[in-house]
């Protein structure tokens, strides 16, 4: 159906694969995870191929995503956290590539789906407690004990505070999908309205201006939002990865 | 423009001297430039966010907490046979998350522990 707001979020197998009982198909989903790591590396290699001293346009847009990264990962974990920049950078380019193609009309939006956002949230946690763990050993569950809290009510402070923390990986991959799937169906609603109103006749196309006017901007608004999500997303993970650098504040 | 390239010829030697001494200095410059990076106060500046996103991170915060707890306590009930207390509990303690959660990432909650939003100090 035309209208269906929840028909863009739908996984199609483009080519099925079946490997001993399990379900390994290509989908609308994994092609545009391949478009999305294609356009990543399209940009950032065919950028800065030229590698002037005076950057090109397109050069000083890589040199500039480089640089933006590179500084909110210092800010929140010093030069020492340098050493995630890598993940970093690869995750906030994965989400930004990703959100930027959903913003093509009848294009699939990878992060709409939480299974998505979900195992780079998993992931990012992950690499917090291993590394932590690893640099720290036990000194990495000081982050579960704050300071100054009485003996009597502390074991029910590390509880919460350990279900605090492990909420983070959920909290994480909730806010980008839940971004990117609600503000991809309230732009279809309004489109929706657009052809519906328009169909009555005169007077519906005079009430579809609004709805129309409505979808321009939302459009607009979708755009920030794609580039908002994936830097809270780079500047969460950084965050984390504060904590497993320096467990104890 | 003139560093852009090392011409080569008979200067060869002379200009691989230079350009490590140069080198040098920008390695130094460099290091300067990472302690004072690394002391900068201005970590407190929270970047300006539109409402809409702000809200929509506290509710995420705060859900997080509470689906976090109901899930753990179902779980728990589920493999101990405890049931309905694990749930109970651990509802309410998944609460008391979510709301340090949103309160940390509202900026509400600075000297403590780092909490999903706290800028380290």
């Known amino acids: 159906m035309a209208y269906d707001p929840i028909h863009q979020f739908q996984i199609q197998k483009l080519i099925p694969i079946e490997v001993g009982g399990v379900d390994f198909s290509f989908t609308n989903a994994s092609l545009f995870m391949v478009l999305t790591v294609a356009g990543a590396s399209a940009f950032l290699i065919l950028s ?16 500039l995503t480089y640089e933006f990264i590179a500084q909110t990962l210092r800010e929140s974990t010093g030069s020492d956290g340098m050493r995630f920049f890598p993940f970093v950078f690869s995750l906030f380019m994965f989400i930004l590539v990703a959100n930027l193609w959903g913003m093509f009309p009848y294009f699939f939006t990878v992060t709409s789906h939480i299974v998505i956002t979900g195992a780079m949230a998993v992931m990012v946690i992950l690499m917090v407690v291993g590394f932590g763990l690893w640099r720290h050993k036990f000194g990495f569950f000081q982050l579960f004990v704050p ?4 003996v009597v009510i502390l ?92 467990p104890s504040h | 423009m ?9 200067s060869v030697d002379r200009d691989d001297r230079e350009l490590a001494e140069r080198l040098h200095a920008l390695e130094r410059e460099l290091d300067k430039g990472r302690a004072a990076r690394d002391t900068e ?27 976090l707890g109901a899930a753990l306590g ?38 403590g522990p780092p909490g999903p939003d706290d800028r380290p100090g």
């Open chain 1, 155 to 246: 074991p029910f402070i590390v509880v919460i505070e350990i279900l605090s923390f492990l909420s983070r990986p959920l909290s994480l991959s909730i806010r980008l999908f839940a971004n990117m799937l609600a503000g991809h169906i309230t732009l279809k609603v309004f489109a929706g309205f657009v052809t519906a109103l328009a169909s009555l006749g005169a007077i519906g196309v005079l009430g579809a201006i609004l709805p129309l006017f409505a979808t321009v901007a939302l459009t607009a608004l979708e755009f920030l939002v794609a580039a908002l999500q994936a830097y809270v997303f780079a500047i969460l993970t950084s965050l984390y990865l504060n904590d497993a650098l320096h």
């Open chain 2, 2 to 10: 003139d560093d852009r390239n090392a011409k080569p010829g008979p």
């Open chain 2, 74 to 111: 179902w779980g728990l009930d589920r493999l101990l046979g405890t049931s309905p207390w694990g749930l109970v509990v651990f509802l309410l303690l998944g609460f008391a998350a979510g709301i340090l959660n949103a309160m940390r990432s509202a900026g509400l909650l600075k000297p």
């Open chain 1, 147 to 150: 300071r100054g809290v009485p």
């Open chain 2, 41 to 67: 106060a201005s970590r407190d500046a929270a970047p300006a966010r539109p409402g809409m996103a702000l809200g929509f991170r506290l509710a995420a915060d705060f859900v997080a907490g509470v689906v």
């Open chain 1, 48 to 63: 800065t191929r030229g590698r002037g001293l005076v950057p090109s346009r397109w050069q000083s847009a890589a040199e």
